[in-house]
């Protein structure tokens, strides 16, 4: 199984992402943002960073990168992607998920481990979860506030679209706890936490983030 990793300029966590893939026993494939070629990759994550230096908004000119075109084309045609903080801004500026991620609300930047709780276990990224499990990994943003429209949170929650909420307290005010959402198909996922942080005892607060990557493999598998 390959799954690519995109850089961008200001990726920072494109090498741990890298890392969560390999421990999840698939094969990461470097991807390069400017390149017009996702090398035949099965899936794809975005990884966290401050892709352009954050200039404008948040991944909104990562957004218009020549592979994250072709990522929304493959995306639509039901390829999976994962987007991890910076990743998660990018694909709500791409238009994949619904939303915006916009500054903090105590306008401070937040590091921490951070409770959370799996709403949806059917996803192409969380199905080796179960629904309300509880799994604990780090935070660290400091434009990690999720926003949108009342309507458009109604419609989110009412379609079954929120993947992830925080639990034991909100790091960012995002509106509704809301720390991931999905697509209507549930192939793509946006969150702001960083389950790539947490794949190993020796580094992490936990391993419980290693689940969002062995759960990709078998939504290819069963594809």
């Known amino acids: 199984m ?9 990726s920072l ?12 026993e698939a094969e990461p494939v470097a991807l390069w943002h400017a390149d017009h070629d996702l090398k035949d990759v099965d899936a794809v994550v975005l990884p966290g960073g401050f892709s352009y230096g954050d200039y ?3 991944g909104a000119i990562a957004a218009r ?16 992607v994962l987007g991890i903080c910076n990743g998660f801004q990018v694909l709500c500026e791409a238009g994949l998920l619904p939303g915006a991620l916009t500054r903090n609300g105590h306008l401070h930047f937040r590091n921490r481990d951070q409770a959370l709780r799996i709403e949806r276990a059917d996803t ?7 629904p309300g499990q509880r799994i604990v990994v780090p935070v660290k943003n ?21 993947a992830v909420r925080y639990v034991e307290g909100n ?50 598998v069963s594809a």
């Open 2 to 10: 390959r799954i690519g990793v995109i850089t961008f300029p200001g």
């Open 13 to 24: 966590d494109d090498v741990d992402a890298a890392r969560a893939v390999r421990l999840a």
């Open 56 to 58: 404008l908004r948040a």
């Open 65 to 80: 990168a020549p592979l994250v075109q072709d990522v929304v084309d493959r995306a639509r045609q039901g390829m999976p």
């Open 124 to 130: 192409a990224w969380t199905q080796d979860y179960e």
């Open 142 to 162: 400091g434009e990690g506030r999720y926003v949108a429209a009342p309507a458009d949170l109604d419609r989110i929650q009412g379609e079954g679209r929120v």
């Open 171 to 220: 790091p960012n005010g995002s509106m509704r706890d809301i720390a991931g959402v999905t697509s209507e198909d549930g192939r793509v996922v946006g969150l702001m936490p960083h389950p790539e942080h947490a794949v190993e005892d020796l580094t992490g607060p936990s391993t419980d983030g290693l689940g969002f990557f062995t759960s990709v493999l078998k939504a290819v």
